[in-house]
């Protein structure tokens, strides 16, 4: 079957040092993609999302990468803080039209030492 | 704080109990959601709501049954669960199931099966 899955399942990083999280699909119908943060004891927490006819979003200190060609998707946070540290997780819409299944990739836990 | 809001936070239940798990927004969000999610893992999608309707089942045992009693309020009803049933049980809505849009995830219920 098709799934999304990461490169890393940890990242462990320096407070102020910029982090890249990374994340493969297998999709190609894919048509949207979402990075969420999820805290102990908490739900997903949207960050940001990208759309496949885009190659890259911006936000506040988090950039999205999305690479169509290898089919790799990629979150950067630049200035990584104490209050970043989670598990990150994309997402992607697997079917388009009146269908939206969202599913999640394996996650990444990120530790930013201070 | 979300603007999902779930009720309980916690629920412990027996084998032969029945419970409910609540779930709202007044975010004017037409599409609403349940996922499961084990410890370590992604969340998993159980259910989809497309304007008050049914849309997705993912196979899900019928010991859950959920209800949309109208587009702000989503139900799960529980009975005769297992052990293995024991997860966090995540709320979402969102603007609309066939718009590609970002979920909005409430803080969980997390049930323990006993």
């Known amino acids: 079957g098709e799934s999304v899955g990461l490169h890393l399942p940890t990242l462990s990083v320096q407070e102020g040092d910029n982090s890249i999280i990374n994340c493969a699909y297998s999709n190609s119908a894919s048509d949207y993609f979402i990075w969420y943060k999820q805290e102990s004891g908490k739900g997903p927490q949207f960050i940001i999302d990208i759309r496949s006819n885009m190659d890259k979003r911006q936000g506040q200190r988090v950039t999205v990468l999305l690479n169509k060609t290898v089919k790799h998707l990629s979150l950067q946070i630049a200035a990584t803080q104490p209050g970043d540290s989670a598990v990150y997780f994309c997402?992607?819409?697997?079917?388009?039209?009146?269908?939206?299944?969202?599913?999640f990739g394996k996650g990444t836990l990120l530790t930013v030492n201070p | 704080d979300t603007e999902v809001t779930q009720t309980p936070k916690h629920l412990v239940m027996g084998m032969t109990n029945k419970k409910s798990l609540k779930c709202e927004q007044h975010?004017?969000?037409?599409?609403m959601y349940w996922y499961k999610q084990k410890a370590k893992k992604p969340p998993e999608l159980m259910f989809v709501y497309s304007y008050e309707k049914l849309s997705i089942n993912e196979s899900v045992p019928s010991r859950f049954s959920p209800e949309c009693p109208n587009s702000s309020l989503l139900n799960l009803h529980l009975h005769a669960l297992q052990p293995e049933d024991s997860a966090l049980y995540l709320c979402?809505?969102?603007?609309?199931?066939?718009?590609?849009?970002?979920?909005?995830f409430g803080n969980g219920t997390r049930l323990t099966v006993t």
């Open positions: 975010m004017g969000h037409r599409a």
């Open positions: 979402a809505s969102s603007q609309g199931a066939g718009w590609n849009s970002p979920l909005h």
């Open positions: 997402a992607e819409n697997m079917e388009g039209g009146s269908n939206y299944k969202l599913t």
